[in-house]
């Protein structure tokens, strides 16, 4: 991670000294205008003494330039921290294993998958599919716990090779099937990047998720 870092720190400072050299020429700018003001104001003839309606216009003017120059420099600090914050952020997640609602990376060993019954289902059953989304096996599940521990075998008990695979909590009243919910479990995370509205994480299962659904994150195995 010391690498990219460092290469995005080289990308932002010929950005961040364009920002300075262009508020620096507004201040400049700024200053001049102020000097010239203050010129015409002292040696204006007394005979024919500045047009109030113009002097107003020019004191608008000064204004607008003072605002532009505070607008900019605060522009500019905004872009910075952001940048900032957003490297730290992308980093912390890197190696993390975080709990989201995906399909996982199966490689021999029990996976535990949590999942939550509809509180008016009377029977609930995990499906695992596998990568090609075809049933590989449908499972009794509790309705009352949040935590069930696949195996990783088939309906005849064979076991499974690893890859990828998926699980859904269907909820039953009776016959009726009340909601199907995509199980989540933990996946190590092996890449994050800033997307269009929130940072996105991608899995060693390939899976892509938003950083804003995962509901729980541990130090990574």
């Given at each position: 991670?010391?690498?990219?870092?460092?290469?995005?720190?080289?990308?932002n400072t010929p950005t961040a000294s364009a920002a300075q050299s262009k508020t620096s020429g507004l201040a400049s700018d700024f200053e001049t205008f102020l000097l010239m003001l203050t010129a015409q104001a002292r040696n204006q003839d007394p005979l024919e003494p500045l047009d109030s309606s113009e002097y107003a216009?020019?004191?608008?003017?000064?204004?607008?330039?003072?605002?532009?120059?505070?607008?900019?420099?605060?522009?500019?600090?905004?872009?910075?921290?952001?940048?900032?914050?957003n490297l730290e952020e992308l980093a912390s997640w890197v190696g993390m294993d975080v709990r989201a609602a995906a399909a996982f990376q199966f490689d021999g060993a029990p996976e535990t998958l949590f999942a939550q019954a509809?509180?008016?289902?009377?029977?609930?059953?995990?499906?695992?599919?596998?990568?090609?989304?075809?049933v590989i096996d449908r499972i009794t599940a509790p309705t009352n716990e949040t935590e069930f521990v696949w195996a990783g075998t088939a309906s005849d008990g064979s076991p499974l090779p690893d890859g990828t695979y998926a699980a859904t909590l269907e909820s039953y009243d009776g016959d009726e099937?009340?909601?199907?919910?995509?199980?989540?479990?933990?996946?190590?995370?092996?890449?994050?990047?800033v997307g269009e509205d929130a940072v996105l994480l991608t899995l060693d299962s390939g899976q892509i998720v938003p950083a804003g659904t995962v509901?729980?994150?541990?130090t990574g195995t």
């Open positions: 991670m010391i690498t990219p870092t460092q290469q995005t720190t080289q990308t216009s020019q004191l608008a003017q000064f204004s607008m330039v003072e605002q532009q120059v505070q607008t900019n420099d605060l522009l500019s600090d905004l872009a910075l921290s952001l940048g900032s914050v509809e509180p008016a289902a009377t029977s609930a059953v995990m499906v695992i599919r596998d990568s090609d989304g075809t099937l009340l909601s199907e919910q995509l199980a989540a479990t933990y996946h190590q995370v092996v890449e994050a990047q509901t729980a994150v541990r």
